[in-house]
């Protein structure tokens, strides 16, 4: 069974809590240009973040960095509840640096991944999750400014924490077998993503049979090899678009795309416009 206890939304911020109670496991791939914070209030859960894969355990909070490939998969027992909060830098990074706090940008470059809080922060931090709900719900008088103000809070709570408390126990992440084959290859796309090797060469070099590759990789990261392969071209791409002079055609050939054609239907596919279109408004 799966239950939504709220989902309320306004400009730049959705938020909405989900129980579940049967075995879940993320099955779109995910890669988008909003912000996440996941919190866990109950249950564990693993968490597939790049080409890292974490345990998640009640209390702690997830940080997605914007296009970031991430996916969630059960863990332990079938139930879980959990809050999610995505946000939209371009709406809210004007009203964040005017108050003085930290960037979106800042706070998940250095610290996506998962944060592991204490109790008094927890608490604090579910307080301000449930508020912000109430307050999206009711939708009283300057509701939006307090919605801002306390997702302010929340930022610097996760700030200030990953930054008093650098030795503390942090939540772990996975180390068998398969989740460490999975992140060696993971990590050898992300770097080498213009390769044009077949699945067969790439378990050769993994030393691993193509199948067992096959089905550990989507396993893990809800992504065939070659669409983790091709989500890492698109973000080499955009940045080639709005940092380089290269053409359109030089970028797909330094991409390893066997035609432009090809490279723009990827492209529009995971990026919602064409190449072109993309430089132009970046």
């Not at 996916?71 to 003085?100: C, F, M, N, Y």
């Not at 065939?224 to 080499?236: G, Q, T």
Request: glycine fraction near 4%; proline fraction near 2%; aromatic fraction near 10%.
């Amino acid at each position: 069974m799966e239950k939504t206890l709220f989902s309320e939304s306004m400009e730049g911020i959705v938020i909405d809590q989900v129980i579940r109670d049967q075995e879940y496991s993320m099955a779109i791939k995910h890669f988008h240009d909003t912000y996440e914070l996941y919190f866990l209030l109950e249950g564990e859960r693993y968490y597939f973040i790049e080409k890292e894969t974490y345990h998640v355990k009640a209390g702690d909070v997830v940080l997605i960095n914007r296009q970031q490939v991430h996916k969630t998969s059960q863990a332990g027992s079938k139930s879980h509840d959990r809050i999610l909060l995505q946000l939209s830098g371009r709406v809210l990074e004007p009203w964040l640096k005017s108050a003085g706090i930290p960037s979106l940008e800042k706070v998940f470059e250095d610290y996506y991944g998962v944060s592991r809080l204490s109790k008094q922060e927890w608490e604090e931090m579910k307080g301000l999750l449930f508020g912000i709900a109430e307050e999206l719900k009711h939708k009283r008088e300057c509701y939006e400014v307090m919605v801002r103000l306390k997702l302010s809070q929340i930022l610097l709570i996760i700030s200030r924490s990953r930054k008093r408390d650098v030795m503390k126990e942090m939540p772990s992440r996975v180390q068998t077998p398969k989740h460490g084959r999975v992140h060696d290859v993971a990590e050898y796309l992300t770097f080498h993503c213009e390769t044009e090797e077949t699945l067969e060469e790439l378990a050769e070099r993994f030393f691993i049979s193509k199948s067992y590759l096959s089905k550990i990789f989507r396993e893990v990261t809800g992504l065939s090899v070659n669409e983790y392969r091709n989500l890492a071209r698109m973000r080499k791409a955009q940045k080639l678009l709005k940092n380089s002079r290269y053409s359109i055609t030089e970028i797909s050939g330094l991409l390893g795309f066997e035609s432009v054609t090809y490279f723009e239907r990827v492209f529009k596919k995971h990026c919602a416009a064409t190449p072109l279109k993309y430089r132009k408004e970046k």
